[in-house]
């Protein structure tokens, strides 16, 4: 997994919630959305969580490059919106699914990665 936030607290969560899962393994992180498409590019990450808002490129427009470019990576949107608030443009970038951040946890991310493939789903 490629972890993508502007915010280094929050990767630091992220990161520990992927030392409690088997099934994931961190791949790298990256602080912009141009910068995770650079390391999509390097590292061949089978599924990115990518922050919306973010300085330069915000996330949403970094998972249309990157779906557009590597239609095999699985992209999770992820920030502090409800459902109900996502801009528009976050169910049709390409990425798989969105994970409000207070719901980031071992449970979550296993019932997405399941799910992966049913259409643009939330926890």
Known sequence: ?????????????AKAVLRRL????????????????????????????MDINMPEMNGIEATRRIVSAHPDVVVF???????????PAAADSGASAYL???RLGADALRTLWREREAGFSSV
């Open 100 to 102: 409000n951040k207070e």
């Open 22 to 49: 088997e099934c994931f393994e961190l791949a790298g992180e990256a602080s912009s959305g141009s910068e995770a498409i650079d390391l999509v590019e390097e590292l061949h990450p089978e599924l990115v969580l």
């Open 1 to 13: 997994m490629l972890v993508v936030d502007d915010q280094a607290p929050f990767r630091l969560a």
């Open 77 to 87: 949107l992820c920030s502090t919106y409800d459902v109900a608030d996502l801009p």
